[in-house]
């Protein structure tokens, strides 16, 4: 059965730092497109981040483009999103998706979903 499980939240002051993890199971991760979405209190889910399943290409949302990065290790069967310079608006519930189709930032292409992480940044 495919499933996809994220770690590495929690609370973290301004300008601070966390890795998030998403780790893949029951199918080869590259195999996928893997997505970070994020959910923030009230808010619609949008599209953080997101890479290719060799790892070659990656797109971020402008709201977090020269803070996080994305990657991937395909032996490990898990992708990662460094996230730097966190914000109080960087708060929420971040989600890991896997696509067969395509790299995007849309979440209608994403096929499966982890039950995801909360980051919380906050003095």
């Known amino acids: 059965q495919l499933q996809l499980v994220e770690s590495g939240g929690g609370l973290v002051q301004p300008g601070g730092s966390l890795r998030l993890s998403c780790a893949a199971s029951g199918f080869t991760s590259d195999s996928y497109a893997i997505g970070w979405f994020r959910q923030a209190p009230g808010k619609e889910r949008e599209g953080v981040s997101c890479i290719s399943r060799s790892g070659e290409s990656t797109y971020y949302a402008d709201s977090v483009k020269g803070r996080f990065t994305i990657s991937r290790d395909n032996a490990a069967n898990t992708v990662y999103l460094q996230m730097n310079s966190l914000k109080p608006e960087d708060t929420g519930i971040y989600y890991c998706?896997?696509?067969?189709?395509?790299?995007?930032?849309?979440?209608?292409?994403?096929?499966?979903w982890g039950q995801g992480t909360q980051v919380t940044v906050s003095s």
């Open positions: 998706a896997a696509s067969r189709v395509v790299v995007s930032l849309g979440e209608e292409w994403y096929d499966y």
